[in-house]
């Protein structure tokens, strides 16, 4: 069992950042794989970008994403952050945290937190 708690939304202009963190705590075990997705009203939930900690274990991102931002893991606290720049009004939605055990069907969300973007 692993509870995940998302701080760091709010509301920023277009152009600014935003840094979002998430603290995983429990039953961490390895390997696995932490990460972010986002839902916006009327629209599914997306995967944004996760990291794995296996050794040589590499960030991805959704295409709409990449450049702009930029996933970071701590593992000595069990930490995961979500650092955005540039952000664009359709960045707008509720950003969950999500931690997986790879190689199985083990998955657990944090409750989110919202972003938005406007002027």
């Known amino acids: 069992q692993v509870q995940l708690v998302e701080s760091g939304g709010g509301l920023v202009q277009p152009g600014g950042s935003l840094r979002l963190s998430c603290s995983a705590s429990?039953?961490?075990?390895?390997?696995?794989?932490m990460g972010w997705y986002r839902q916006a009203p009327g629209k599914q939930r997306e995967l944004v970008a996760t990291m794995p900690n296996t050794s040589g274990g590499r960030a991805n991102y959704v295409d709409s994403v990449e450049g702009r931002f930029t996933i970071s893991r701590d593992n000595a606290k069990n930490e995961v952050y979500l650092q955005m720049s540039s952000l664009k009004p359709e960045d707008t939605a509720v950003y969950y945290c999500?931690?997986?055990?790879?190689?199985?069907?083990?998955?657990?969300w944090g409750q989110g937190t919202q972003v938005t973007v406007s002027s």
């Open positions: 999500n931690w997986r055990r790879l190689f199985t069907t083990y998955q657990y």
């Open positions: 429990g039953t961490i075990s390895s390997p696995n794989a």
